[in-house]
């Protein structure tokens, strides 16, 4: 089966950083991606690793392990506007499907 | 780029009838498109994945013949929810991707009520 984990919730500081971990079990892998979704809304995209390593993006960074099936999502200089969930998703290679995680709710406090 | 826009936005509909929510990409011409459903405080499940002028392949659990899907052109798919219930009154989302690329883009979702 498909297993994707990461934390329910998270509350942090306006100008402070927050790290949000996911780890995967899934059969097929061809890449990690990260999203984030306001409440309503649909998922915007902020992140894709399919090799070893970090990609940053301005304040957002992203973290990829395949041999520990492990990701993480860093954010920088947290804005209130960065309260939202985030969701972590591994493409399984075959047809492209995504297989979403819970998805994490950050709450950023003033 | 990459836009990925939905019709309608919400719907609110009675038990027993029919519900077409369509998905286009604006920019760009779309080889696959996903459809998802979204429960309140929950993650997105996928329901099936279109490709122009082929079925659709539906993922385990979903009803094809409840979910009907038609991707009739390189930028517009549509599902019809057919006999609506209650229990099918959800945020359905769906995605696009073109041929060079993995990404998917979401479009803005449908928030489907019934009655």
């Known amino acids: 089966g498909q297993n994707i984990d990461q934390p329910t919730e998270m509350t942090a500081t306006e100008g402070a950083i927050v790290q949000i971990n996911c780890t995967y079990q899934t059969s097929g892998f061809n890449g990690l991606f990260w999203y984030q979704q306001h409440a309503g809304e649909a998922p915007t995209f902020l992140s894709y690793?399919?090799?070893?390593g970090l990609e940053e993006k301005g304040r957002f960074s992203s973290f990829l392990s395949r041999s520990k099936g492990y990701s993480y999502l860093l954010l920088k200089e947290l804005q209130m506007k960065d309260s939202a969930s985030y969701l972590c998703?591994?493409?399984?290679?075959?047809?492209?499907?995504?297989?979403f995680g819970g998805g994490t709710r950050v709450l950023v406090k003033p | 780029g990459a836009v990925v826009s939905q019709h309608p936005s919400w719907v609110i509909c009675k038990s027993g009838t029919s519900v077409k929510i369509e998905c286009r990409s604006l920019?760009?011409?779309?080889?696959?498109m996903f459809w998802y459903r979204q429960f309140p405080k929950q993650s997105l499940m996928l329901m099936a994945t279109?490709?122009?002028?082929?079925?659709?392949?539906?993922e385990q659990g979903v009803e094809k013949d409840k979910f009907l899907i038609n991707h009739a052109s390189l930028t517009l798919s549509t599902l019809t929810v057919t006999s609506a219930h209650p229990e099918d009154s959800s945020f359905y989302i769906c995605?696009?991707?073109?041929?060079?690329?993995?990404?998917?883009?979401f479009g803005p979702g449908t928030r489907l009520t019934v009655l």
């Open positions: 279109s490709n122009e002028g082929s079925k659709a392949t539906y």
């Open positions: 920019d760009f011409q779309a080889t696959t």
């Open positions: 690793n399919v090799l070893d």
């Open positions: 995605s696009a991707t073109h041929s060079s690329t993995d990404t998917q883009y």
């Open positions: 998703a591994v493409n399984r290679a075959a047809g492209n499907k995504l297989t």
